[in-house]
């Protein structure tokens, strides 16, 4: 019983000494989406964060397709020892599990949280070449005209295609899905006018909207966002019962030590608490979104119940 309780103060000890050292080298923040789009700006922006509260490099590696679960199941398979990190995102947490008959990935088992840091809005946008300056004139003119407006998104199950498919469900309004590998290459087409629909996160079409090559006809969210004051929230628009706001966060491998986990969410939430980093995101149309651990745990599993309901309602097959 001594030499029991001797190895486990020994195995405690080990893993105090680890985590004081960690980390010691490089870290791998995965992005699962590809550059250009909303994921990966708050990707890039937490990894210069924490790079210098860490003392070490945080390198962004992105890995974009399958709505996110190609990076996410990469992460997963990681070795457990706090080198190789997810920027998590409600989409592949919490909805393309739900979207996919047999999942490379177990998002309640495969993964520790770590910390939230940051949230945006969604809004629906459009190309300026699209007949529609409101959200009542974009409904009638789908009705009316079944098979003309493609919307396009970041991929199958990601969270501005759900939006759309919410949209669509709540307002009656049917557009033809696009998906792409990503929410750059998705908002390039929407600017060229190949596709004319986007529910996208805020801070990836902001610019543009600002300079009028897309026009935004509503936000996706309780209250009007401060960045578009002008644009109403789909509520007041017409639509109820459409509110989705993408937030982020950092999640490892199940497995990672409690006392490594403790020091990554120590980072992520001072790094959102940073006054320089709320300057940051506020002008991509941002927030900070400071959590725990158990905060992020808790997220999920509430948007995992809510999407489940949505998607049964909406009656979407599961691929």
Not at 86 to 97: E, V, Y
Not at 102 to 115: G, L
Not at 183 to 198: E, F, I, K, M, N
């Amino acid at each position: 019983m001594i030499a029991g309780l001797a190895a486990a103060a020994g195995l405690c000890l080990s893993a105090q000494v680890q985590a004081q050292a960690y980390p010691s080298r490089p870290v791998t923040l995965v992005v699962p989406f590809a550059p250009g789009g909303t994921v990966n700006l708050m990707g890039r922006l937490l990894a210069n964060h924490m790079s210098e509260k860490l003392g070490q490099p945080v390198i962004v590696e992105n890995k974009p397709g399958g709505g996110g679960s190609i990076g996410a199941n990469f992460v997963a398979k990681a070795p457990a020892d706090g080198y190789t990190l997810l920027l998590a995102t409600m989409g592949q947490q919490s909805i393309q599990p739900l979207l996919t008959r047999n999942p490379p990935y177990d998002a309640a088992r495969d993964f520790a949280p770590v910390a939230l840091f940051s949230t945006v809005p969604n809004v629906l946008a459009v190309s300026p070449g699209t007949p529609a300056k409101t959200v009542a004139e974009l409904v009638a003119y789908a009705k009316e005209n079944p098979g003309k407006l493609n919307m396009a998104s970041a991929g199958i199950g990601s969270v501005n295609h759900m939006t759309g498919e919410l949209f669509m469900y709540r307002s009656g309004a049917r557009f033809e899905h696009v998906p792409y590998r990503g929410a750059g290459p998705a908002t390039a087409d929407l600017l060229s006018g190949q596709v004319q629909v986007l529910f996208a996160n805020l801070p990836n079409v902001l610019a543009y909207a600002k300079t009028g090559q897309v026009r935004v006809l509503a936000v996706a969210s309780e209250k009007r966002s401060p960045a578009l004051p002008d644009v109403p929230t789909l509520a007041e628009a017409g639509v109820q019962n459409a509110v989705v706001e993408s937030w982020y966060g950092v999640m490892a491998p199940a497995g990672t030590s409690a006392e490594i986990i403790r020091k990554l969410q120590d980072t992520v939430v001072g790094v959102a608490r940073d006054d320089s980093l709320t300057a940051q995101l506020a002008e991509q149309g941002a927030v900070p979104f400071p959590g725990s651990s158990a905060d992020l745990e808790k997220l999920s599993n509430e948007e995992t119940a809510r999407w489940t309901a949505i998607i049964k309602n909406a009656k979407i097959q599961a691929n």
